[in-house]
């Protein structure tokens, strides 16, 4: 009263200092009108409030401080009050002190002091009980304001389901709440009592679960048998079970104990005791009901994500999997659960803890993770898109960019690699299929290899993109390969996207027996070498089947394919004369394995019978299936069908793609064997074929 040295403004005219300590006037003012006082007042005061703010509050704390102040408000003032030695001492605390403390503006921090202070005066207090009572003094004036609020709260579902003997909001004289309230505020006065159940009602009703449990916990305590002996106990009591129950997970027994310096058998027993008191009785919780009913709408999700979206409703340091333990222990049921999705690593599986609704569990989250395992264990990266698409076929699960990028980012070593297209990649993407290619081109290459080389040595291999079977892998594009490297820590690139190893990669850790040995053949001929002298060095040499240098010359990111049968070391610069010197052996090799001089030039004579020799088809399929190949000296030249000489064979037909049909079957009845060469006679006049008696020819390998 001392600051105030001019009257006040507000709805009620001017009021003087003296009536803030004597009221005069019929009615109280109502909390509008006190609050418009203390704007006025902090607005008068701002240029000169260094000397308020050293003020000494000089409030005394009663007993029953919790009744007047909100949820909020509570909790922001537990830690004023946290034990005896607190609350003795909260009198000579400065304004400045408590404001700082409450973090709420000063007008707001003087209308709490201000209801702290009126505990004094007023007569009789709000209690919990089995009805309400009534009280006759201390009557606050019902403003249309207020009214039209009361009106809208009233009309929440949580308010008419409420029981007549509700915890919290017990009713009066067996009638429902809402209908007693309703008449209440027809008066033009109600009771303080009545008016603070309202402020409950009303702030109940906009509550987030960390105030509802706050709330609760305090209600449970003041039914609990036993009960805390003090008020230090009491507020260790409330302490250890919002610690059980309360922030991010809830901690365990022993957790709490450690914090708290007792067994968790006694943190078991206090939270067992405030528990069967809000068991004894009903009580609504609609800040829970309201917080599983909207996670059921943005659901499935990763938990940390689910907090981050909830977080309005969860409130200051709660988080979801709380919220839902304590609602199976209070029984509530649920429409939402959590589950933990494995995600396959090389170190084994590991858990990605997610929130679905009850009713639809996300079967789609574990299938998306393999789908996305698989990719990256080949190609080390995949993408939201094929992810969905791959969810849509199997699972007939359709899911959105966002909801996908929630659950994979709590995926283990989830990274993403380009946020337009969507693609990113997991863990162990340095132990992927494309990294080990990449290991092999590096162990060859010498200095720093171009990208286009590296996306060159990963997506030429037919057999690694389409090794899951029908279905291919998805190809990154350069700037999401580009994304991936950088990543891999044995690598580094510098700014123009040149790749060299920050380690030296042995050839032998990394290659096979076969891409040593085609390597070595191809450095001696200097650095170009003919299919054909890979397979001499090969299998003459090191003793691999023909198989498997088709195989290595198809796969290996080790080798590159420079012309037609003409190969080169991946990563090397290619000498101008290799080249060409490969070519003219590969001219040369190919007239040497003409059956005879005559043949030697392109100009054929069809008048008479030409002979070739063939070599009879390896392959594994049936002999209906199999086919073999005319020499090219002779593509375009012998077309159609041919019958046997003798008709003793079947008839064949050659292809313009030079695939002789059905004389593999021929060759067999002869006694040919896979691999082996024979000689036949082509007569284009007559239009047949024959096949000389084979005297064993050397097999070779297909």
């Known amino acids: 009263m001392r600051f105030v040295a001019k009257p006040l403004d507000c709805t009620l005219g001017m009021v003087d200092a003296s009536e803030l300590l004597a009221w005069q006037r019929?009615?109280?003012?109502?909390?509008?009108?006190?609050?418009?006082?203390?704007?006025?007042f902090v607005k008068r005061r701002r240029p000169s409030f260094d000397v308020i703010w050293e003020s000494r509050v000089d409030l005394k704390i009663v007993e029953q401080w919790r009744t007047v102040l909100?949820?909020?408000?509570r909790l922001r003032m537990v830690p004023l009050l946290r034990n005896e030695e607190a609350i003795n001492s909260f009198p000579s605390l400065t304004l400045r002190a408590v404001k700082d403390a409450l973090r709420m503006p000063v007008a707001d921090t003087l209308g709490v002091l201000a209801r702290l202070?009126?505990?004094y005066w007023v007569p009789a207090l709000w209690r919990k009980s089995t009805a309400t009572t009534v009280y006759a003094s201390g009557d606050v004036p019902v403003d249309a304001e207020f009214s039209d609020r009361m009106s809208v709260c009233l009309s929440s579902p949580w308010i008419e389901a409420l029981e007549s003997n509700d915890l919290r909001f017990p009713a009066a004289d067996g009638r429902k709440l809402s209908v007693w309230i309703a008449e209440q505020l027809r008066r033009p006065v109600m009771s303080a009592a009545v008016h603070d159940l309202c402020v409950r009602l009303l702030d109940a009703g906009k509550a987030t679960w960390a105030d509802e449990l706050a709330d609760l916990v305090i209600y449970g305590i003041d039914q609990a048998d036993p009960r805390p002996g003090s008020e230090e106990a009491r507020q260790r009591w409330i302490g250890i079970f919002l610690a059980r129950y309360g922030g991010?997970?809830?901690?365990?027994l022993q957790a709490v104990g450690d914090r708290y310096g007792i067994t968790r058998e006694r943190v078991r027993q206090i939270c067992?005791?405030?528990?069967v008191s809000l068991h004894a009785q009903p009580v609504k919780m609609p800040a829970l009901e309201q917080l599983l009913s909207v996670a059921t709408r943005i659901m499935p999700l990763p938990l940390e994500e689910a907090d981050t979206q909830l977080a309005r409703f969860l409130g200051e340091g709660c988080g979801l999997q709380a919220a839902l333990q304590f609602a199976e222990v209070m029984g509530l049921p649920s429409p939402v659960q959590q589950t933990s999705a494995l995600a396959r690593t090389h170190e084994g599986y590991k858990p990605v803890v997610i929130v679905e609704t009850a009713l639809a569990p996300a079967t789609w989250v574990s299938a998306a993770l393999a789908h996305a395992r698989r990719d990256c264990t080949f190609v080390g990266c995949t993408n939201f898109v094929r992810i969905a698409g791959l969810l849509a076929l199997e699972q007939g699960v359709a899911q959105d960019l966002e909801t996908l990028q929630a659950v994979f980012s709590k995926a283990p070593g989830f990274r993403l690699l380009d946020s337009d297209s969507g693609w990113f990649t997991l863990a162990d993407s340095e132990s992927s299929a494309a990294a080990n290619r990449m290991r092999k081109l590096m162990s060859v290459a010498t200095g720093s290899v171009e990208i286009d080389t590296v996306a060159s040595a990963l997506m030429t291999d037919d057999r690694w993109l389409y090794r899951e079977g029908a279905r291919a892998l998805a190809v990154p594009p350069v700037h999401v390969l580009a994304e991936l490297f950088a990543g891999w820590q044995w690598l580094t690139a510098n700014g123009h996207n040149k790749y060299t190893a920050k380690i030296k990669i042995e050839k032998k850790e990394v290659l096979s027996k076969t891409e040593l040995g085609a390597i070595e053949a191809i450095e001696m001929h200097g650095g170009a070498a003919t299919r054909s002298e890979?397979?001499?060095h090969l299998i003459?040499?090191?003793?691999?089947?023909n198989v498997a240098v088709s195989q290595v010359?198809?796969?290996?990111?080790?080798?590159?394919?420079?012309?037609?049968?003409?190969?080169?070391?991946r990563g090397r610069s290619l000498p101008a004369e290799a080249l060409a010197d490969a070519r003219k052996r590969k001219i040369a090799q190919q007239l040497a394995s003409l059956p005879s001089s005559e043949f030697a030039s392109k100009e054929i004579d069809l008048s008479i019978p030409v002979r070739t020799m063939i070599t009879q088809s390896a392959s594994s399929k049936s002999a209906s299936r199999r086919v073999v190949y005319l020499p090219n000296y002779l593509s375009g030249k012998i077309l159609g069908d041919f019958e046997h000489e003798s008709h003793t064979l079947p008839a064949i037909s050659v292809k313009a793609n030079n695939q002789i049909r059905r004389l593999t079957a021929a060759a067999e009845e002869l006694g040919i064997r896979p691999g082996e060469r024979f000689e036949i006679i082509f007569d284009v006049v007559s239009r047949t074929y024959a096949i000389p008696k084979p005297e064993r020819p050397t097999a070779l390998p297909a």
């Open 26 to 40: 019929p009615c109280l003012p109502s909390n509008g009108t006190a609050n418009d006082l203390r704007a006025h």
């Open 117 to 119: 202070e009126a505990l």
């Open 534 to 536: 890979l397979a001499a």
């Open 248 to 252: 991010p997970r809830g901690l365990e």
């Open 553 to 569: 010359t198809a796969t290996s990111s080790a080798l590159c394919k420079l012309d037609h049968a003409i190969y080169g070391i």
């Open 70 to 73: 909100n949820d909020e408000e």
């Open 272 to 275: 067992d005791a405030i528990l």
């Open 540 to 545: 003459g040499n090191l003793g691999v089947s």
